[in-house]
């Protein structure tokens, strides 16, 4: 059928949508300048969570960390710490895995194995395990057999090509904890061992060929974190949790004790390392560390320690590995801190040493508070529930981490090229940039401020000069410290003089009856004030030179958790577990607006956008900016998933961190996303033009397409209707009866289920306009064919449009069928979701399979439903019309039988008169 239809007059009177004339914008006109007040910010980059302990192991070529957090497996980039892939299966938390190339093993706290692909990211099979909890799992070298140490005592040998359980050992008393398999490099069957122990420090050597059990090591009498083999085979080395190691002999299986030492500390993490320390002299170390948070190398055949760590992390090590290539020793913490050291021969000495390059951090714990440093581009100092300091670099990652604080910090602020960090340990610390030559630099500690009573709890750099801090703390007080003496210094000229202590603060108040959440200095130079909040509800304002109180703000109903000075003016923002927003004048100390709209306690706030606008967050992850001149909320950003507790912009730059371990940097892309929405608003108009234009041209066929295309659904069902009754007056009817739709769709669906092919019904259909809405459903198809089952579910639900959709549905199972159509739709989600993971791999958009088979029995079920309540509604009219019809057709007959008995009486009649005229004929004609 051609695309053009000559148009009936009666049906283009009745569009209410005639062709509109459209004025195009012309290319070279520019686009507004960029709108004042800021409206979209979006993340830029996050560095989130991807350990929270338990089993982390690296790749072959250590480019790939594996690691576990909130029972899934993540694949990370140890570059920039990029999650390359997330393995996780959603009926099962996993608590251990192992990695051997594209292979990954897994196991879940209800037992059982799962093989995946790590290409892929696809579960290749399960294998049971009878029920036992897996605490630690390892690859033999040839990749074939799996050794498991379980909970419930045993040591489990499966062979994971051939799906099977081979060997099955008991003879552990506890819990087995630990699993090695002897290395074996020639692959031979006839020498694989394997090492186990148990929470009691027994360990075990089982023989697979011999099925048995072929040593027992007794020493140790706790748990075996764990244990190394020496290069040659030749000596097993076992670290225990009594602060002992031990050195096994295992030539001929003797399995004889040789050597112990005692530590001073427990050893959780070792490697056993061949150095060469001199030409022609290679020796073994051992490189250990363990409660004490400090990596050690002790030299194995003096069994005597030749190299301590200076200034040690003092975080505990749990894990410890080695790169050969690279001569890089990496330690992983308790808290989820991956070090990494070089590994270098002192020419003096003669012997390891080594030194500290970097640190990854996995997990940030919760982040209490943060800052942009000004003099470092893309690096940030933060506070993480941890005694320690962390400067960032957000390209990369990598952390420097600063140790001296004995308890966690708690606060931070920045000026220029020093910064200063409050603690739980009572102290300030003020740290400054040092060059340490080669082109490195770091922070270094230059003074300590003591004086508190109790936990520091925030404070505020002077930001105009930098010459002082105020402090705030549990006590309740305040204290103004002077920064002058300290800075002063040159901490080059001679570093052993670092830090000075300072104990006298210049100034110091008691300034709330509660908890001080938050101190701030106002930024401007005349009149310079400081603000307090506190828990009792209250903030403060005192001047800055001696602590005079100028004003006490009183509005909020609860606590108070964070203020900030408006750049330019007198105006001071306050957030409050209330969930408002309030602006205060500092002069008159009058309550100037209360913003509301926070949904849990308000806990940050700044100022952006120089001043004209808020930016605040609250204790459910939400982030708000406000519109300060009109008082509402410009929009609402959801991208944490718990407490904001630091937040800090400068520049063009904003970022947040909270308690979900996640920090944030966004980006302003108002002006993007203006520029984006006035192409596409011009586009679209101009699209709408063209859809109206064929409208009114008759090419109804082109116009349902670009309706769908448009998603304009109310001209998509105009134009079907059209399609349809341009052929109203004719006399063949269309195929548009909605009970013979209704009872076809019906047959298909049952026929899909039985298996029964149904054959077309028509009823007599108009070809033309059939032909020209299979056409437009065709190509609907190819479209989205997710939508137009959307839009069929939506408008069957009407009465008014249920014919259309009866129509459309059954056209596509007419086309398809409904097994068909859903592989078609499979399909089509499967080639959209590879697109969408090329382009953006985090798109929203991006949906399991689970989920699309979800969304078409929804459909399904809800046309289904409707198709009965139709049909019940059909036939129920069906049923009065033949009540109608019968009471009308007892009236006629009752009329006709009337008439007819009339023109019976009437023809008796006449009858009669005729026989007796024939009677006075015949007595005429005898006389």
């Known amino acids: 059928m051609a695309d053009a ?49 338990g089993n982390f192991e690296f790749s072959k070529n250590s480019e790939i960390a594996y690691s576990l957090h909130d029972g899934k497996v993540y694949c990370s980039n140890t570059s920039n710490m990029k999650v390359e892939r997330v393995i996780e299966f959603d009926q099962e938390f996993i608590l251990t895995f192992t990695v051997r190339n594209d292979i990954l093993i897994t196991s879940g706290k209800y037992g059982g194995l799962r093989i995946w692909n790590l290409v892929t990211g696809t579960c290749l099979k399960y294998m049971g395990t009878g029920g036992s909890i897996i605490n630690e799992m390892r690859l033999d070298a040839s990749g074939t057999y799996l050794a498991c140490a379980t909970a419930d005592r045993k040591v489990k040998v499966f062979d994971i090509r051939k799906n099977k359980v081979t060997h099955e050992f008991y003879g552990h008393k506890l819990s087995v904890n630990l699993v090695r398999w002897m290395p074996n490099k020639e692959h031979k069957k006839d020498k694989m061992m394997i090492f186990s122990a148990s929470e009691d420090g027994l ?32 000596t097993l080395i076992v670290s225990s949790r009594d602060q002992k190691l031990s050195f096994w002999n295992l030539k001929d299986n003797k399995f004889d004790k040789i050597g112990a030492v005692r530590l001073e500390e427990d050893i959780e993490g070792m490697h056993y390392v061949n150095l060469k320390v001199a030409e022609g002299k290679t020796l073994p170390y051992l490189i250990t560390g363990g409660t004490e948070g400090a990596l050690r190398i002790l030299d194995i055949n003096n069994q005597k320690y030749v190299y301590d760590e200076e200034d040690p992390i003092k975080q505990e090590i749990e894990k410890i590995f080695y790169i050969p290539k690279e001569d890089k020793i990496i330690a992983l913490t308790n808290d989820q801190v991956l070090t990494y050291y070089s590994l270098r021969i002192n020419e003096e000495k003669k012997s390891p040493e080594l030194k500290r390059m970097y640190s990854l951090c996995l997990y940030n714990d919760e982040i209490i508070d943060l800052r942009y440093l000004r003099n470092q581009e893309d690096n940030i100092v933060m506070c993480s529930n941890s005694e320690l300091v962390k400067i960032v670099d957000l390209s990369t990652q990598r952390n420097k981490l600063l140790t001296g604080h004995e308890d966690i910090v708690i606060a931070v602020d920045v000026f220029e090229d020093f910064f200063v960090t409050g603690s739980k340990d009572k102290t300030c610390r003020v740290w400054k940039h040092v060059e340490l030559g080669n082109g490195e630099s770091t922070y270094k500690c230059i003074a300590i401020y003591e004086g508190h009573n109790m936990s520091i709890t925030s404070l505020s750099i002077e930001p105009k000069k930098g010459t002082y801090f105020v402090s705030s703390s549990q006590d309740s007080s305040i204290k103004k410290w002077n920064l002058g003496e300290a800075l002063s210094l ?57 602590f005079e109180l100028k004003a006490t703000l009183k509005g909020h109903k609860r606590g108070i958790w964070d203020v900030a000075f408006s750049p330019y003016e007198r105006i001071l923002a306050s957030v409050s577990s209330d969930k408002t927003v309030k602006l205060w004048n500092i002069s008159s100390g009058q309550c100037l607006n209360t913003l509301e709209g926070h949904l849990s306690s308000t806990v940050k706030v700044l100022w952006i956008n120089e001043g004209l606008q808020l930016f605040s967050a609250s204790a459910d992850g939400a982030c708000k900016i406000w519109n300060i001149k009109k008082s509402t909320c410009v929009n609402t950003f959801d991208e944490h998933d718990d407490k904001i507790w630091s937040m800090d912009s400068y520049g063009d730059k904003l970022i947040t961190g909270g308690s979900d371990s996640k920090l ?18 011009a586009e679209r108009s101009k699209e709408e033009h063209i859809l109206s234009s064929m409208i009114y041209e008759g090419k109804y066929k082109d116009a349902a397409i670009q309706a769908f295309k448009l998603k304009k659904n109310r001209d998509l069902f105009k134009v079907i209707e059209m399609i349809l009754d341009q052929t109203k007056d ?88 409904l097994t068909k159509f859903i592989d078609f739709i499979e399909a089509q989600f499967k080639a959209r979701n590879e697109e969408l993971i090329k382009t953006d791999p985090e798109s929203s958009k991006i949906t399991s399979k689970k989920g699309m088979i979800s969304t078409i029995q929804n459909y399904l079920s809800i046309i289904s439903f409707y198709n009965q309540k139709h049909m019940e509604r059909i036939q129920r009219s069906q049923k009065e019309g033949y009540l109608v019809n019968f009471v009308v057709s007892k ?37």
């Open 5 to 53: 239809v000559v148009v009936d007059p009666a049906i283009l009177a009745k569009l209410k949508f005639m062709a509109p004339v459209v004025k195009e914008a012309p290319e070279e006109e520019q686009i507004s300048t960029k709108s004042l007040i800021s409206k979209t910010w979006r993340p830029e980059r996050s560095i989130e969570a991807v350990c929270s302990g």
């Open 203 to 234: 360990i075990k050597v089982w023989d697979l060929v011999l099925n048995a059990c072929v040593g027992t090591l007794k020493y140790h009498r706790s748990q075996i974190p764990t244990m190394e083999f020496t290069n040659d085979c030749k």
């Open 490 to 546: 040159d901490y080059n000229s001679d570093p052993s003089k670092f830090p000075i202590k300072i104990n006298e603060a210049q100034v110091s108040e008691v300034a709330h009856q509660k908890y001080i959440n938050v101190v701030r200095v106002s930024p401007g130079e005349k009149n310079k004030v400081v603000a307090t909040a506190s828990h009792d509800r209250s903030i403060k304002i005192w001047s800055a030179h001696a």
């Open 664 to 681: 944030i940097e966004w980006k302003d892309v108002t002006q993007e996303v203006e520029e984006e929405e006035y192409k596409e608003k």
């Open 730 to 817: 004719s006399s063949i009817e269309t195929n548009s009866d909605p009970v013979m739709c209704i009872l076809s769709n019906e047959e298909k669906f049952e026929s899909q289920f039985q298996g029964i092919q149904v054959h077309d019904i028509t009823h007599g259909s108009n070809k033309a306009a059939e032909l020209v809405v299979k056409e437009v459903v065709q190509e609907m198809l190819k479209i989205d064919s997710m939508r137009l089952l959307e839009i069929i579910r939506d408008l069957n639900v009407h009465q008014k449009y249920c014919r259309i959709a009866q129509i459309l549905l059954f056209q596509i199972f007419k086309l398809y069928g």
């Open 891 to 927: 009236f006629t007959l009752d009329e006709e039988k009337t008439k007819l008995q009339k023109d019976f009486r009437e023809t008796e009649g006449l009858k009669l008169k005729k026989r007796q005229l024939k009677a006075l004929e015949k007595e005429s004609d005898d006389e």
